[in-house]
């Protein structure tokens, strides 16, 4: 038995299949997976529109990393989707080199990580200052939760979206009167979904219940909200295809 574990060539479901695997783990599986799907979907779109780029880039790439991060990926209980840390470097790269050189960026990116992990190196890390990780992570967190505002609120800018923080929070507070109370309030509904879920069923999927009760109401409701169809187009109907496909 600890043979066939170790064994990196032995299917990761024959693997799974022999490790008493029963109704409770297909039940907390089923329930993960769809609230992966539901979830890191939309969060793939929202993380590519942020970045500079247009929404089916991130649908391809939850699709493609999620596949193979699953089928490949060492880890018995791990989840694959799309990290909005790398909204910031993401941005940058876009904007100074444009999508190919995103791209390029992208496969170097696997090629260093690849050989980090063949060399040993995961372990340098450690000596990375604990001050360090967590500056960079908040400071992320702050620019992330800044650019939602505009569309959390429903605001009209009179130009782009400034990059840095303090001229866009400038913009933002010039912008104030043109928020759109539909857009506030499914936004303040599927937070507070999210929290009570949290505060009252921490074991229920808090943020899959809150896309699919909010989406459900907005559609019966007929709420004027901004799309992806109706700020981009919608999704090329070959994304949906690469879906079913895979």
Not at 32 to 55: D, K, Y
Not at 110 to 133: C, E, N, Q, R
């Amino acid at each position: 038995m600890n043979a066939s574990v170790s064994n990196p060539f032995i299917p990761k479901l024959w693997t799974v299949l022999h490790e008493d695997y029963g109704k409770a783990e297909l039940r907390g599986d089923v329930a993960a997976g769809l609230t992966v799907a539901v979830v890191a979907l939309p969060l793939s779109m929202a993380i590519a529109i942020a970045s500079g780029v247009t929404p089916d880039r991130g649908l391809y790439t939850a699709i493609v990393g999620g596949f193979i991060v699953s089928a490949l990926g060492g880890s018995r209980f791990q989840i694959g989707g799309p990290a909005g840390a790398f909204i910031v470097l993401v941005l940058a790269t876009v904007q100074a080199h444009g999508a190919s050189g995103l791209t390029t960026a992208t496969l170097l990116s696997g090629v260093i990580m690849a050989s980090a992990g063949y060399l040993g190196l995961g372990g340098v890390i450690k000596f990375m200052p604990f001050p360090v990780t967590v500056g960079f992570t908040a400071g992320v967190a702050i620019v992330i939760f800044t650019s939602q505002i505009k569309d959390l609120l429903g605001l009209s800018l009179s130009a782009p979206e400034p990059g840095a923080l303090v001229p866009k929070l400038a913009a933002l507070m010039q912008a104030l009167p043109t928020i759109r109370m539909p857009t506030l309030a499914t936004g303040a509904m599927t937070i507070a979904i999210v929290g009570l879920c949290r505060r009252f069923r921490p074991h229920w999927p808090g943020m899959l219940i809150a896309v699919v009760t909010v989406s459900a109401l907005s559609f019966a409701l007929h709420v004027p909200l901004d799309t992806i169809g109706s700020r981009f187009g919608g999704i090329p109907q070959k994304a949906f295809h690469l879906c079913h496909s895979i």
